[in-house]
């Protein structure tokens, strides 16, 4: 689920307020908070204000956890351009465009990973087999640790097919291994949509030959949708590893 807010008819340019969008998008919303606190641009200030508006609508509209916020959106469009004149000489008249901009940003709450790496690791003689592990916990993780696009993000959600491919495909890149297993959902008790309700949870695996994704829909409570997660994901690796001993 995404809080949102949004600003009207903004008296500056988009161009000039997409700059500090890019500063804070993917950021956590005290980060992003404390960037544009002291970032010296004239839409530091607008988006200050929608940032503690869409905080504001996450807390009390769907009862989001503050410290679990982060920026998943933020983007200007161009709104309506006034236009004006300037008295020049001979009787002459240059117009000036005065551009405005209409703003989105929208936040989401975080959700908990570590499981499937803790259920490898917790079997004897794991190290043989399983590199690491990458709780991408915020979007700033996922776009730095997993090279995930914010194109992507910004389009489809960070809750999607797409971000959970490009997941398990960075974390296969970044350790170097034949398989990678990501995750991304809504384990809940909050945070449901019509489309993705609690218990949506998108799962990828990544081998060298393709990456296989899936959705599933748990029930149950949010330590029952973590645990059902993980065990789809081990078993969507099973079904790739079969496939790939079959096919040699």
């Known amino acids: 689920m995404e809080a949102k807010a949004y600003l009207r008819y903004v008296r500056i340019s988009p161009r000039k307020v997409q700059i500090v969008c890019d500063l804070i998008r993917g950021k956590d919303a005290k980060t992003a908070m404390a960037i544009l606190m002291n970032t010296p641009k004239s839409a530091s200030?607008?988006?200050?204000?929608?940032?503690k508006s869409a905080c504001a609508n996450a807390e009390?509209?769907?009862?989001?956890?503050?410290?679990?916020?982060?920026?998943?959106?933020?983007?200007?469009?161009?709104?309506?351009?006034?236009?004006?004149?300037?008295?020049?000489a001979q009787g002459r008249a240059y117009r000036i465009n005065k551009r405005t901009s209409h703003v989105t940003l929208a936040v989401a709450e975080s959700c908990t990973g570590g499981t499937i790496a803790a259920r490898f690791t917790a079997l004897p003689g794991a190290s043989a087999y399983f590199k690491?592990?990458?709780?991408?916990?915020?979007?700033?993780?996922?776009?730095?640790?997993?090279?995930?696009?914010?194109?992507?993000?910004?389009?489809y959600g960070a809750v999607s097919e797409q971000v959970v491919r490009q997941m398990a495909e960075g974390v296969r890149r970044a350790s170097n291994s034949h398989y990678a297993v990501a995750t991304?959902?809504?384990a809940g008790p909050t945070g449901g949509t019509p489309e993705y309700?609690?218990?949506?949870?998108?799962?990828?695996?990544?081998s060298p030959l393709r990456t296989t994704t899936r959705l599933i829909?748990?029930?149950g409570s949010r330590n029952a949708v973590i645990r059902k997660a993980g065990t789809a994901a081990i078993e969507l690796l099973e079904e790739e590893l079969r496939a790939a001993n079959q096919a040699n």
Do not use: H
């Open 45 to 51: 200030e607008p988006l200050v204000k929608l940032l």
């Open 60 to 88: 009390n509209n769907f009862s989001m956890d503050p410290d679990k916020l982060v920026v998943t959106q933020v983007f200007a469009t161009p709104g309506p351009i006034l236009k004006r004149m300037m008295p020049r």
């Open 132 to 155: 690491c592990g990458v709780v991408a916990y915020s979007l700033d993780t996922k776009q730095e640790i997993l090279q995930i696009s914010c194109d992507t993000i910004a389009r």
């Open 184 to 186: 991304t959902g809504i």
């Open 197 to 206: 309700p609690v218990g949506s949870v998108w799962i990828a695996v990544s």
């Open 217 to 219: 829909r748990a029930g």
